[in-house]
């Protein structure tokens, strides 16, 4: 072939290049992570420092108005109302000087944090959402409401069903010679005792779930321990509650069905994930 039969002979152009896809998610994941070293870490200090300052300020200020009602209102008798069928007159005693003034004062910080619980975990959030992911910044507010609703949802029950029962239980226990007469006091420790502890035994399922969703634990590990929980939750509810069998039995029965609940929640979490894994 000669040069000029060459020249006509059209010279095929290479294939163009496969577009480039532009992923949103990984620059925003690499803007995560930058953002995790940018701010030094004094300044990480002087922002905990800030919003540990501001929680205090509006828990104190929580108190002070929790202080105001509680001298204008009867607080107290919100939470005897439940047991009052079991009381003399349907009326707690009051047996020290300082007794009064200290139940008071415990009602207001309990009214405070219950006020002041959205501006501490607003501030846990914006302290704590610059380093997360983004995947993981969407998981937060789902387990955050679930588990104040789990909470809420035991503290109910502690207060509409375990205490009067556990009331109506310990006040069979009497002798001709004694009378049944409550404290103020141990009364609010026992009721107080008794519902935070039913309200973090509700967490159960939230945390099972987060940790079968994490790969930490399987459904087939909590059937395989089943027994050695039933054991722990009793030994827990001793130490959670007063020192007698009745209010022991009262939170070790909840537990153990939240434990079975979890399992169920276990291995819903850890088949759907199994599911996702194999379309992936």
Same mark, same amino acid.
């Given at each position: 072939?000669?040069?000029?039969?060459?020249?006509?002979?059209?010279?095929?152009?290479?294939?163009?290049?496969?577009?480039?896809?532009?992923?949103?998610?990984?620059?925003?994941?690499?803007?995560?992570?930058?953002?995790?070293?940018?701010?030094?870490?004094?300044?990480?200090?002087?922002?905990?420092?800030?919003?540990?300052?501001?929680?205090?300020?509006?828990?104190?200020?929580?108190?002070?108005?929790?202080?105001?009602?509680?001298?204008?209102?009867?607080?107290?008798?919100?939470?005897?109302?439940?047991?009052?069928?079991?009381?003399?007159?349907?009326?707690?005693?009051?047996?020290?000087?300082?007794?009064?003034?200290?139940? #008071?004062?415990?009602?207001? /910080?309990?009214? +405070?944090?219950?006020? !002041?619980?959205?501006?501490? %975990?607003?501030?846990?959030? $914006? *302290?704590?959402?610059?380093?997360?992911?983004?995947?993981?910044?969407?998981?937060?507010?789902?387990?955050?409401? #679930?588990?104040?609703?789990? /909470?809420?949802? +035991?503290?109910?029950? !502690?207060?509409?069903?375990? %205490?009067?029962?556990?009331? $109506? *239980?310990?006040?069979?226990?009497?002798?001709?010679?004694?009378?049944?007469?409550?404290?103020?006091?141990?009364?609010?420790?026992?009721?107080?005792?008794?519902?935070?502890?039913?309200?973090?035994?509700?967490?159960?399922?939230?945390?099972?779930?987060?940790?079968?969703?994490?790969?930490?634990?399987?459904?087939?590990?909590?059937?395989?321990?089943?027994?050695?929980?039933?054991?722990?939750?009793?030994?827990?509810?001793?130490?959670?509650?007063?020192?007698?069998?009745?209010?022991?039995?009262?939170?070790?029965?909840?537990?153990?069905?939240?434990?079975?609940?979890?399992?169920?929640?276990?291995?819903?979490?850890?088949?759907?994930?199994?599911?996702?894994?194999?379309?992936?």
């Amino acid at each position: 072939m000669d040069e000029e039969t060459k020249k006509l002979v059209p010279v095929e152009s290479p294939p163009p290049p496969p577009p480039v896809v532009y992923d949103d998610s990984q620059e925003e994941d690499e803007d995560d992570l930058n953002r995790k070293s940018e701010m030094p870490f004094l300044d990480h200090l002087e922002e905990l420092r800030m919003r540990i300052l501001w929680s205090l300020a509006t828990l104190f200020i929580g108190i002070c108005i929790g202080f105001y009602l509680n001298s204008r209102y009867d607080i107290l008798q919100i939470l005897v109302k439940p047991v009052a069928p079991y009381l003399r007159d349907g009326k707690l005693m009051i047996i020290r000087p300082t007794e009064g003034f200290m139940i #008071a004062l415990k009602l207001s /910080f309990g009214f +405070g944090l219950i006020v !002041a619980s959205p501006v501490i %975990l607003y501030q846990l959030w $914006a *302290f704590l959402a610059p380093a997360l992911l983004k995947k993981e910044r969407r998981l937060v507010f789902p387990l955050l409401f #679930a588990s104040i609703f789990m /909470f809420v949802l +035991g503290a109910v029950m !502690a207060f509409y069903i375990t %205490l009067p029962l556990g009331m $109506a *239980f310990f006040s069979k226990f009497q002798f001709a010679s004694t009378e049944f007469m409550l404290t103020a006091s141990s009364y609010l420790d026992m009721a107080l005792k008794m519902i935070m502890a039913t309200g973090f035994v509700f967490e159960l399922p939230i945390a099972i779930m987060l940790l079968a969703r994490l790969g930490i634990i399987s459904p087939q590990f909590l059937r395989a321990k089943r027994r050695h929980a039933i054991v722990g939750i009793f030994l827990l509810s001793m130490v959670v509650t007063p020192p007698d069998p009745g209010s022991m039995v009262l939170v070790a029965v909840p537990m153990a069905f939240l434990y079975e609940l979890s399992v169920w929640i276990a291995y819903v979490v850890a088949r759907k994930k199994q599911k996702g894994e194999r379309a992936g």
